[in-house]
């Protein structure tokens, strides 16, 4: 048995929120949430599979490959719900045999190629911040599993500020990169919630998508030149911003989540960090009302840098456990840039936000989301302790088809949910936008049953059938991993599933990068 510690748990200790006592009484009374679920103090951590003639070639190659149980407990999971429901069970089965840890870009392809040669399945670990079970790799088949941990490619290789791009290596962290940017003046401007603990590589493999990404961006257009490690040798992409020297190899890269190479470098673009900051609140009297703002805005600007819209139950939950208040739905503007620039641009979107029927707030409520934009996941803990189940998931889908896609995926949650005894509170927000659509961000708050696990994911496929029957895509930003397989599969068709197993077949011809994960 092996010491769970913070493992099965979000972040930093010292960061750990508790429940008041009136949110309590709102889960015991909307929710009849009354018995708490404490976790479970040591883990089952089966033996490593890896024999020592195999962990002997592999530190041939890399000197750093630990076999001891608390890197591969630290190694086990990601962060979904369904991930930290087992942990806290005591349940590591997914944890890998070993955990490299190079500390150089050819460290990373020799290891590949060692692994390719005697069948042992890898799995890239950047944060280990993957809430779709993309750090769960299939065992069949292989002598056993390798955790590839990046963290010790933490440099920034080059900055330049003609064309502003910076090159990092792929296991940076995000507040890492910033603190490097920020001593010479720039920004990525890439903020996700998962922004405390996430690498830039592990963005790039998964698409992610950050609070302002209005203003700056997803990340994967950020992303100008990768390079990844491949079992059969290194991958270079990216030498000038845009080309039509035939499909841009970049894009394989890019949400691949590890099945194709292990990203080891990139090179993203840059901005001058901002000089200035206007976050404010705007109320809107029902969901409709506040996305046929967004959609002007989206569409026809002004642009702000952050936009997201919650719907009233989001607003009303928020407002009731101290969040920001406001009535109807609550819509975040927030504007980065130059002082002239944020003057500029706060006073035309206050101007045409009134014009479209929306209440100004002020700051207050901007800041107060701003203030508390990283804790969520703290507070999942919180309410995993207290016998609730709360787990997030996110689609995205065109202008005409989101009302549609927003009331089916609602529904299918309070029907699946409410069938099994358990009903929930569905709440939703609009989180990144599009002149062409938007992503939908659902947060689900429910009474765990007794088997948890299978609880969520019976709610889950409810709602992935209903968002693939609007014709909605199964994922926006979160990846696809194993959670959302079956759907992707279906999402891009036969043909394009054999497309992917081409590439998958050139670059990774034994199967051993992230096996399950992505494609079948």
Same mark, same amino acid.
């Given at each position: +048995?092996?010491?769970?510690r913070d493992?099965?748990?979000w972040g930093?200790?010292?960061?750990a929120?508790s429940?008041?006592?009136?949110?309590r009484?709102?889960?015991s009374?909307?929710?009849?949430v009354?018995?708490?679920?404490p976790?479970?103090?040591?883990?089952d951590?089966?033996?490593?599979?890896l024999?020592?003639?195999?962990l002997?070639?592999?530190r041939?190659?890399c000197p750093?490959?630990a076999?001891?149980d608390?890197?591969?407990?630290?190694?086990?999971?990601?962060?979904?719900?369904?991930d930290?429901?087992?942990?806290?069970a005591g349940?590591a089965?997914d944890a890998p045999?070993?955990v490299?840890?190079?500390?150089?870009?050819q460290?990373?392809?020799d290891l590949?190629?060692?692994?390719?040669?005697?069948?042992?399945?890898?799995?890239?670990?950047g944060?280990?911040?993957s809430?779709?079970?993309g750090?769960a790799a299939?065992r069949e088949?292989?002598a056993?599993?390798?955790?590839?941990?990046l963290?010790?490619?933490d440099?920034l290789?080059?900055l330049d500020?003609?064309?502003?791009?910076a090159?990092?290596?792929?296991?940076?962290?995000?507040?890492r990169?910033?603190q490097l940017?920020a001593?010479?003046g720039?920004t990525l401007?890439h903020f996700?919630?998962?922004?405390?603990?996430?690498s830039?590589g592990?963005?790039?493999?998964?698409?992610?998508?950050g609070q302002?990404s209005?203003?700056?961006?997803?990340?994967d257009? +950020?992303?100008?030149?990768l390079r990844a490690?491949?079992p059969?040798?290194?991958?270079?992409?990216?030498?000038?911003?845009?080309?039509?020297?035939?499909?841009?190899l970049?894009q394989?890269?890019?949400?691949?989540?590890?099945?194709?190479?292990?990203?080891?470098e990139?090179t993203?673009?840059?901005?001058?960090?901002p000089q200035?900051?206007h976050?404010?609140?705007?109320?809107?009297p029902?969901?409709?009302a506040g996305a046929?703002?967004?959609?002007a805005?989206?569409?026809?600007?002004?642009m702000?840098?952050?936009?997201r819209?919650?719907d009233?139950t989001?607003t009303a939950?928020?407002?009731?456990?101290?969040?920001?208040?406001?009535?109807g739905?609550?819509a975040v503007v927030?504007v980065e840039?130059t002082?002239?620039?944020?003057a500029g641009?706060?006073?035309?979107?206050?101007?045409r936000?009134?014009?479209?029927?929306?209440?100004?707030?002020?700051?207050?409520?901007?800041e107060a989301?701003?203030?508390?934009?990283?804790?969520?996941p703290?507070?999942?803990?919180?309410?995993?302790?207290?016998?609730?189940?709360?787990?997030?998931l996110?689609?995205?889908t065109?202008w005409?088809r989101?009302?549609a896609?927003?009331?089916a995926?609602?529904g299918a949650?309070m029907?699946?949910?409410?069938?099994?005894?358990t009903?929930?509170?569905v709440?939703?927000?609009?989180?990144?936008?599009?002149d062409?659509?938007a992503?939908?961000y659902?947060?689900?708050?429910a009474?765990q049953a007794e088997?948890?696990v299978?609880?969520?994911?019976a709610a889950?496929?409810?709602?992935?059938d209903?968002?693939?029957a609007?014709g909605?895509?199964i994922?926006?930003?979160?990846?696809?991993?194993?959670?959302?397989?079956?759907?992707?599969?279906?999402?891009i068709?036969d043909?394009?599933?054999?497309?992917?197993?081409g590439v998958?077949?050139?670059?990774?011809?034994?199967?051993?990068?992230?096996?399950?994960?992505?494609?079948p």
């Open positions: +048995m092996n010491e769970l493992v099965a748990r930093t200790p010292a960061d929120v429940l008041s006592s009136g949110v009484d709102l889960l009374a909307a929710l009849g009354t018995d708490p679920r976790a479970a103090a040591t883990a951590l089966p033996a490593g599979t024999s020592e003639t195999v002997k070639e592999l041939s190659v750093t490959v076999t001891d608390e890197a591969r407990l630290a190694h086990a999971a990601g962060k979904s719900t369904d930290l429901l087992r942990l806290r349940q089965g045999d070993a490299a840890r190079p500390t150089a870009q460290q990373v392809a590949l190629a060692v692994c390719s040669r005697l069948r042992v399945a890898v799995v890239p670990f944060g280990g911040t809430v779709v079970g750090l299939r088949g292989f056993g599993v390798l955790a590839v941990d963290a010790a490619l440099r290789v080059h500020q003609v064309s502003r791009t090159t990092f290596e792929a296991g940076v962290r995000a507040p990169a910033e940017l001593a010479e720039f401007g996700p919630q998962s922004f405390e603990y996430a830039l592990g963005f790039a493999a998964t698409r992610s998508s302002a209005a203003g700056y961006g997803r990340f257009r +950020m992303v100008v030149g490690a491949t059969i040798g290194l991958l270079d992409t990216g030498r000038a911003p845009e080309s039509a020297a035939g499909p841009d970049r394989l890269l890019l949400g691949s989540e590890g099945a194709f190479g292990v990203i080891t990139l993203v673009r840059v901005r001058p960090a200035a900051r976050y404010a609140g705007w109320s809107f029902s969901f409709d046929h703002a967004v959609r805005l989206a569409q026809d600007g002004p702000p840098t952050v936009l819209l919650s009233e989001e939950i928020n407002a009731a456990t101290g969040g920001p208040q406001a009535d739905c609550l927030g840039g002082v002239e620039d944020v641009r706060t006073a035309a979107l206050e101007q936000l009134a014009e479209l029927g929306g209440t100004p707030l002020g700051t207050g409520p901007g989301w701003q203030e508390g934009r990283f804790r969520a703290y507070l999942r803990d919180a309410l995993l302790d207290a016998g609730a189940i709360a787990e997030t996110e689609t995205a065109f005409d989101l009302p896609t927003y009331a995926v609602r949650l029907e699946n949910l409410s069938g099994a005894g009903p929930p509170l709440l939703c927000h609009i989180s990144h936008v599009y062409s659509g992503s939908l659902f947060t689900v708050v009474a088997e948890p299978a609880q969520w994911q889950k496929a409810a709602a992935s209903a968002i693939a609007s909605a895509t994922t926006h930003h979160h990846g696809v991993g194993r959670a959302h397989r079956p759907w992707y599969t279906r999402e068709g043909v394009g599933v054999a497309a992917l197993q998958k077949q050139a670059l990774d011809p034994h199967g051993i990068l992230n096996p399950g994960i992505l494609l």
